[in-house]
């Protein structure tokens, strides 16, 4: 094993035109048959040798318990940790003394996707989904409020979950 | 056109000791600057011109059309990284080092996490030292690509650039199933990394090192022999040896003129020593030189990414993240389940690491040169200063000295061969 130092020498033949188009012609003219690889993106969203993978960083979703709550206890965690400073949270607690947001708004607009926040959510609340196509005609509707992330029916990537022992 | 039109195009507002309004004249220092002859013409290329790469503008002076004087103008890009991150935890820096080298995402993170294990003094496990190589391998094929890509493009020659955009793709769809990002990977953290391969992912990068030195070689047919390719840049954009290393350049820009320094080599991290591969050098410092050495050092990458493979198929059980709780956060599932290491996640959320008070200079052979990450702590969980040395931005400053006395369609061939990236050099 050992790392060496390769001098790059020049071709030693004389370089051509008429030779090297007439090559690279041929070399042109031969990759007409191969199989073609543009995907028609909006016609087709996925061919037999890409889909979107399980672990894509997008669009957020809150994952809600069987009453259709949000599992979020407002532990203020995925605020503290967001490099983007996107989530707002105002934390609230009900008669029984459990803690749940009052307000948790996340602007899609500074977020950068870095999947920080499902990283550090100790209650696998709020997740990064396998979901990229969020265009809007408005600004206002990039802030994402409680109702909208929970509404999400994306599915939610793999990092830091159990079903991908491999993702952490 | 009169002196006075000349000052101020030549010069770029600033303010002076005292704070007041001052012209600072452009150019390079210690040179007179001559009086503008009336034949001489001023253009500018920029900063929305395709063949800058970027947004740099340049100012050039022609006399016909010999150019005269380069002047390159920079920061419309700047985004204030280093600042950013004095008000972010070393982790949640990484996201800012995506953007940077935006070509090769992956090797800033690993620059970025090898730098702060550097300032704590971690020895990271010997999985992630080879996955990191790959990482590395795979930003710096992807980087070179679109440097030969969009220089051909400049030349006239567009057919490769679709050859080598395809591959691309393949390798972005690998970073794509590991890292769950395209562009934005944010693949490590400090002691670890953010996630492991997923199972039969290494099948598929195998296949990459199987198919793309044919296409590379597709390339070589294109190109190496090709008259116009020769005419463009043999003995265009020669840089010599001791300018080369005045002026602090790196990278393949450095190993044209025939210096063998590759950080890789000289001082090796993650185990690169251990690894079969050639430095390429190159003999003239010319444009072509650059581009014989690029080409072979994606051979060699691929080289190295199928050594890494065979490692990593051997370290298939073998932990991937330190053992050391001061900078890994518990399992996901260990923190939900048991109260210690739920206090000891939220601790570390929280708090942040903190690594010692120190400094701590880390270089790494990114594509484009050395990049250099420089923290300063003062013992607590953000950076006093981060400083980047970034490759592009110091290759840059030679620019100048390349094109001037060139043609003016040289300064499109030879802005390609430095292979910038604005991200990086305004960061
Ligand atoms: S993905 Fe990153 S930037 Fe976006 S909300 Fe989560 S932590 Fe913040
Ligand atoms: S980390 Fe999870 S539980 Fe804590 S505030 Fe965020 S979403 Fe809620």
Redesign the interface.
């Known amino acids: 094993?050992?790392?060496?130092?390769?001098?790059?020498q020049?071709?030693g033949?004389e370089?051509?035109?008429m030779?090297?188009?007439l090559?690279?012609m041929a070399?042109?003219f031969r990759?007409l048959f191969r199989r073609k690889?543009t995907m028609q993106y909006p016609e087709e969203r996925s061919t037999e040798t890409?889909t979107?993978?399980p672990?894509?960083?997008g669009t957020h979703r809150m994952l809600t318990d069987e009453q259709g709550r949000s599992k979020c206890v407002a532990?203020g965690?995925c605020p503290?940790?967001c490099?983007?400073n996107c989530i707002k949270l105002v934390p609230g607690e009900d008669e029984e003394g459990n803690r749940y947001p009052l307000i948790y708004e996340i602007d899609e607009f500074r977020c950068?996707?870095?999947?920080?926040c499902q990283?550090?959510c100790?209650?696998?609340a709020i997740h990064?989904g396998v979901h990229y196509e969020n265009a809007e005609y408005e600004r206002g509707r990039f802030v994402y409020d409680l109702e909208r992330l929970s509404a999400q029916t994306h599915p939610v990537?793999s990092?830091?979950?159990?079903t991908?022992p491999?993702?952490? | 056109m009169t002196t006075r039109t000349v000052e101020f195009e030549l010069s770029t507002p600033g303010v002076d000791a005292a704070g007041r309004d001052i012209r600072v004249p452009l150019g390079v220092p210690g040179r007179e600057v001559e009086d503008f002859p009336s034949e001489h013409v001023l253009i500018n290329i920029g900063p929305q011109h395709p063949a800058t790469h970027g947004v740099l503008r340049l100012v050039i002076e022609l006399d016909g059309e010999t150019v005269v004087r380069c002047i390159p103008h920079i920061g419309y890009l700047h985004s204030g990284f280093e600042k950013l991150a004095e008000y972010r935890h070393y982790n949640q820096i990484i996201p800012l080092t995506d953007r940077t080298d935006y070509l090769a995402p992956m090797s800033n993170n690993v620059c970025l996490a090898l730098a702060v294990e550097k300032l704590m003094d971690i020895e990271i496990t010997e999985r992630c030292q080879v996955l990191r190589v790959i990482a590395c391998e795979m930003s710096r094929i992807i980087s070179h690509i679109v440097w030969l890509g969009t220089t051909g493009i400049d030349l006239g020659a567009f057919t490769p650039f679709l050859w080598l955009f395809h591959q691309r793709e393949l390798i972005y769809d690998l970073q794509e199933s590991w890292t769950g990002a395209r562009l934005t990977t944010s693949l490590t953290r400090v002691g670890g990394m953010m996630a492991d391969v997923p199972d039969g992912w290494e099948d598929g990068l195998r296949t990459f090192c199987q198919g793309f030195p044919k296409v590379l070689q597709e390339v070589d047919t294109m190109f190496t022999n090709n008259a116009i390719w020769c005419g463009r840049n043999q003995g265009v954009g020669v840089i010599s040896q001791a300018d080369a290393i005045n002026g602090s350049l790196s990278g393949p820009l450095l190993r044209s003129t025939g210096v063998d320094y590759d950080v890789r080599k000289d001082r090796p991290y993650l185990g690169y020593e251990t690894y079969d591969f050639d430095v390429p050098v190159g003999e003239h410092g010319d444009n072509y030189d650059r581009y014989l050495v690029r080409l072979e050092e994606m051979f060699q990458s691929t080289r190295i990414l199928e050594q890494a493979l065979d490692r990593l198929a051997g370290l298939r059980d073998a932990p991937m993240n330190v053992a050391d709780a001061r900078v890994i956060l518990p399992p996901k599932s260990r923190a939900m389940s048991d109260m210690e290491s739920m206090i000891h996640h939220f601790k570390q959320v929280m708090e942040g690491i903190h690594p010692p008070a120190g400094e701590a200079y880390l270089g790494i052979e990114n594509p484009k040169g050395e990049l250099g990450y420089y923290f300063v702590s003062d013992g607590t969980a953000k950076p006093v200063r981060w400083r980047i040395r970034p490759p592009s931005f110091v290759n840059l400053s030679a620019l100048p000295q390349m094109c001037e006395g060139a043609l003016l369609s040289d300064v499109i061939a030879t802005n390609a061969s430095v292979d910038i990236v604005m991200g990086e050099i305004d960061r």
């Open positions: 094993m050992a790392i060496g130092v390769k001098v790059m020049r071709p033949r370089a051509s035109y030779r090297a188009t090559k690279g070399l042109t990759h690889v890409w979107l993978s672990r894509w960083r532990c965690l503290q940790i490099p983007a950068v996707f870095c999947g920080y990283e550090v100790p209650e696998e990064v990537s990092l830091w979950d159990p991908d491999r993702g952490e």
